[in-house]
């Protein structure tokens, strides 16, 4: 069966420094993945999708970047954090039809 | 009009209640509908898809009108452990790229 780990689970970082999410895939084989941030209170929005290695497509223009250098791994990055990166970070693959399917999510609290 | 709509609630509802949800979405060329169910300060989890000619999964309804462009989610015979917030998903059509409602609160009182 396919599973998703995405790590840490809780982050607190300062305001200008680096970040490095990663999630990874395991039991299928070139999966869409996704990343999405929910901020307090709000909706998930959506801001990468990838396809396949090396395909990044980014759905909202901001402060983070995205990278897939294999198969089943999916990074999320920011050179510098804002306090308004803040919000609860999640991968997703999808299955049939584009059913999203997520990991357990990352806490991030910008300060 | 936004892409997918849901009225946020909260719904309150004593167990045993039947309750009903609406999600609409703008996009006429959507083919993929799904409800998707999240506990506080967790991650979304499918509850179910949402077929052309409705689907039922124990106390649980889902429906698709395409002529009006919504969908609905039934509870029957509401449970305390259905406290939470449910999501409403289209997919836009032809694409990858699903749009997620901003979730519609049940809270299920005793």
């Known amino acids: 069966s396919q599973t998703i780990h995405q790590w840490p689970a809780t982050l607190v970082q300062p305001v200008g420094s680096p970040l490095s999410l990663e999630c990874t895939v395991e039991?299928?084989?070139?999966?869409?993945l996704y990343w999405y941030r929910q901020a307090a209170g709000r909706g998930l929005q959506l801001l990468f999708y990838s396809v396949g290695i090396g395909q990044i497509s980014s759905e909202v223009p901001q402060n983070l970047s995205a990278s897939r250098p294999q198969d089943r791994q999916f990074i999320l990055s920011s050179k510098k954090l804002l306090l308004s990166d803040s919000g609860f970070y999640l991968c997703?693959?999808?299955?049939?039809?584009?059913?999203?399917?997520f990991g357990p999510g990352t806490r991030l609290l910008v300060l | 009009r936004k892409e997918v709509e849901q009225d946020p609630g909260p719904f309150n509802v004593p167990e045993g209640a039947t309750v009903a949800f609406n999600c609409t979405y703008s996009?006429?060329?959507?083919?993929?509908f799904f409800w998707y169910r999240q506990d506080c300060r967790k991650e979304p989890k499918l509850l179910m898809s949402?077929?052309?000619s409705g689907n039922e999964d124990g106390r649980f309804t889902a429906q698709l009108n395409r002529a009006s462009q919504y969908i609905s989610l039934l509870i029957r015979d509401s449970k305390l452990s259905d406290s939470a917030t449910y999501l409403c998903v289209v997919n836009r059509g032809g694409s990858y790229i699903p749009t997620f409602g901003r979730g519609t609160s049940l809270i299920v009182h005793p």
């Open positions: 039991g299928t084989s070139n999966p869409n």
């Open positions: 996009n006429s060329a959507s083919q993929s």
């Open positions: 949402v077929y052309s």
């Open positions: 997703a693959w999808a299955g049939p039809q584009e059913t999203q399917y």
